[in-house]
């Protein structure tokens, strides 16, 4: 029988801080296999060397260096790995372009991160009092962060029954 989670287990994760993200480059198969590491919490969330590698072919990335993904490039798989089903491609380049224009990629991920994080952890009180661009973002995670959510209980609901 399976244990019964308290509050704080049913909802407690927590995307990597930038700094977390390695440093040194991966290859292909290690950056999907970290990426789906670092999200097997969730549910129904993967990417796969193919999605990976056309997301480089439609320039939502940066190609690889000598083969490997950096930490830039590990981040916003991260964000695609989260929003691709909240979004279309299109959408999620243009959220790129928009951050690409006020921040870099580290302050992109590290708000989209905690506020990822605070959202998904303490989703009734995350508060939406940003700059447009910011607030836009916020909007996309609490969507995200929303289906996830429902996502995850109806599954843990369906699998007590």
Avoid: W
Avoid at 108 to 116: G, M, P, T
């Amino acid at each position: 029988m399976k244990k019964k989670e308290t509050k704080e287990e049913a909802v407690a994760f927590y995307l990597p801080t930038y700094k977390e993200i390695p440093s040194v480059g991966l290859y292909l198969d290690q950056t999907s296999k970290y990426i789906n590491e670092c999200l097997t919490d969730l549910p129904d969330v993967e990417l796969t060397n193919s999605m990976i590698s056309n997301y480089v072919k439609k320039h939502l990335i940066a190609n690889p260096i000598k083969k490997q993904y950096g930490r830039d490039q590990i981040a916003c798989l991260l964000f695609i790995a989260l929003t691709k089903n909240a979004l279309t491609l299109d959408d999620v380049a243009g959220l790129f372009e928009l951050q690409k224009s006020r921040y870099s990629i580290e302050e992109s991920y590290v708000f989209f991160a905690e506020n990822f994080n605070e959202a998904y952890n303490d989703f009734e009180n995350f508060k939406n009092n940003e700059t447009e661009e910011k607030g836009l973002l916020k909007d996309v995670i609490l969507n995200v962060v929303s289906n996830f959510r429902l996502r995850k209980k109806l599954s843990d609901t369906l699998k007590e029954k």
